[in-house]
């Protein structure tokens, strides 16, 4: 009969147990002092190690030859136990037997000294199945339990095992295994099957298992049919299209050819690809280049090495850091969508057609994206919401006509603002929508009236003098270099974010939903705290406080007046 990989190869000694040596460890160290817990809890994803450890640790425990901790597998109770003859060692499946009589039943049984071999061992696997009343039953086993009892409970979800269960076991969390762990564990199996398994393929199936040993060896049995084995072979079998494909859609994306993205995604519709998988891959790709861009020296560890490095860089420049954001964000989203959806091919399709022209979207990350794209190309220096008369100020349209056409007159203007009264602040508002004659007025401003564009022309770069106050351009020219391209061009539109000083308190309004996901974070926070002490010169307590769309606008023009005074009397 045949026999699955993986549990022809399930390990039988704790030495061969791959990844877990900080677990092995101890419990051969514990099998070796006779110094054992009476209930053990394992945890960890599926996959990697748990109930083939509680095996191991049954065997050990009962085991008439243990060596160095581990159990020797010949003796009675080591083949007993492997071959299922042992009956006092019982494996439970806690998925299909969680109720109250299945626990009260092995309670009763429990109490009962084993037959055959030292210790009565229960493995229960999926412990977080049980119900409340069957653990309930448990922990009175747990609380005083016979001295020839052992528990091993294993799980994948530790949250859902109650904390009067969990402080009465020895707990050890299995890790996710390397996948330079598991290809070696391929490579050694491969061998030993006879099968031609190359240095590629086994390590894009040790990618493809994601931690998980058993998922390793069951794609491998899944590929066994082919001589050799090679990444060709792998890909077909698992319907992927592999990182030349995923990596010429990407190509397309970057040109912006929707054609050749279509035609690209044709093609691998009809040969039979999982379209999820497609998005997925195309997601870690780019989740890949972010990395390179945004961490290109300390990243390297973070890369998933689905595409070699030779790849990544081919794109280098070719996407900012927001376009990378926004594309992930739009290819998650339809990845979520495609569960349900009855046409997976149309929203594959429509997600291509929307990467390849973000302009088709009418969001904010796309928005981010366009502007971070015209900040590349050299269409502003900067970008600029509060400019600056002079060359600079011309190339404002460029940047904020895409996100505030409506105030786009009085907002470029602004700076040529005449001095007013603070009580008056109406007519101030009112002179924003009239440009024309409220420059001429301001050209005709006595001479000594600190000019706000000169303010803003030397921003203090934090940690100078104190001063009295600091204004909210400022801030916002010192923490660009501590900011993301597009979490900084965030700070540049007032619809977003708006900071106002009071005291020793920076109070930030944020918009609600985007804006706040990416602003109102302890790190981002913490550089806003920093760069306004700096900027003051004494320490400075930053709030928040969130706006509501409807709020934005109601209280635009009251924001923007505060800045005008900040900037008149900085
Ligand atoms: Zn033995």
């Known amino acids: 009969m045949y026999q699955a990989l993986y549990r022809k190869y399930r390990p039988r000694t704790f030495d061969d147990v791959a990844g877990q040596e900080h677990i092995t460890e101890t419990l051969k160290k514990q099998v070796v002092s006779g110094r054992l817990s009476h ?10 190690g748990k109930t083939s450890c ?28 492997d071959g299922g003859s042992v009956l006092d060692v019982v494996e439970i499946d806690a998925a299909s037997n969680n109720s109250v009589d299945n626990v009260r039943a092995l309670r009763d049984e429990a109490v009962f000294s084993p037959a055959s ?20 039953a448990l922990l009175k086993i747990l609380e005083e339990p016979p001295e020839h009892l052992m528990f091993i409970l294993a799980t994948t979800e530790l949250r859902k095992v109650p904390a009067t269960v969990l402080s009465r076991c020895q707990r050890h969390s299995f890790r996710r295994l390397d996948a330079a762990v598991i290809s070696e564990r391929l490579d050694d199996v491969a061998a030993r099957e006879g099968l031609t398994l190359t240095h590629d393929a086994s390590i894009l199936l040790a990618r493809l298992a994601e931690g998980s040993m058993r998922d390793g060896l069951s794609l491998l049995d899944q590929c066994s049919g082919a001589d050799p084995i090679d990444s060709e072979t792998v890909l077909s079998a698992m319907g992927l299209a592999g990182t030349r494909r995923t990596a010429e859609l990407l190509k397309a994306v970057s040109d912006g050819d929707s054609l050749a993205a279509l035609t690209i995604f044709d093609e691998l519709w009809r040969q039979g690809k999982d379209p999820a998988a497609l998005l997925s891959d195309l997601g870690v790709l780019m989740r890949d280049l972010l990395i390179v861009s945004v961490a290109p020296k300390g990243g390297m560890h973070l890369i998933s090495g689905a595409a070699d490095m030779e790849t990544l ?14 594309a992930m964000q739009r290819t998650q989203e339809a990845l979520g969508a495609l569960r349900d959806n009855p046409s997976p091919r149309a929203a594959v399709e429509l997600c291509l057609v929307s990467l390849c022209d973000p302009s088709l979207g009418g969001g904010l990350p796309e928005l981010l994206a366009r502007v971070s794209r015209l900040e590349e190309k050299g ?33 470029a203007q602004e700076p040529g603002f005449p001095p007013m009264p603070e009580s008056e602040p109406e007519d101030v508002s009112e002179g924003g929508s009239q440009p024309g004659p ?6 005709s401003a006595p001479a000594e009236d600190i000019d706000p564009a000169k303010a803003e022309a030397e921003p203090p770069s934090g940690g100078g003098a104190p001063a009295e106050s600091a204004s909210w351009e400022a801030l916002v020219s010192a923490m660009k270099p501590r900011l993301a391209v597009g979490i900084y061009s965030l700070l540049t539109d007032p619809l977003q974010i708006m900071g106002v000083f009071s005291g020793d308190r920076l109070t930030l309004h944020i918009a609600k939903g985007f804006a706040c996901d990416m602003l109102n974070k302890q790190d981002i926070l913490a550089q806003f705290r920093e760069c306004a002490s700096g900027l003051t010169g004494r320490p400075i307590f930053v709030d928040v406080s969130e706006m509501d769309s409807g709020e934005k606008l109601a209280t635009r023009s009251l924001k923007e007046l505060e800045r005008f005074k900040q900037v008149k009397f900085i």
Do not use: W
């Not at 209930?39 to 990697?48: H, K, N």
């Not at 996407?319 to 926004?326: H, K, P, Q």
């Open 39 to 48: 209930a053990y809890l394992f945890i960890g994803t599926r996959g990697t």
């Open 438 to 443: 409220q420059r001429s007025d301001g050209d």
């Open 117 to 136: 071999v030292r210790k009565r061992v229960y493995i229960i696997d999926e412990v977080h199945m049980l119900s409340t009343s069957a653990f309930n």
């Open 54 to 81: 509680a095996k191991i640790l049954a065997k050990a425990v009962n085991c008439a030859h243990p060596v160095n901790g581990n159990p020797c597998n010949i003796c009675p109770a080591c083949r007993g136990i």
């Open 379 to 411: 269409v502003c220096a900067a970008p600029a919401a509060f400019p600056a008369e002079g060359p600079e100020a011309a190339c404002t349209p460029a940047t904020s006509s895409m996100q505030k056409p409506e105030f786009e007159p009085g907002f």
């Open 313 to 326: 860089q081919r794109f280098s420049g070719r996407f900012t850091n927001a376009e990378l954001l926004r």
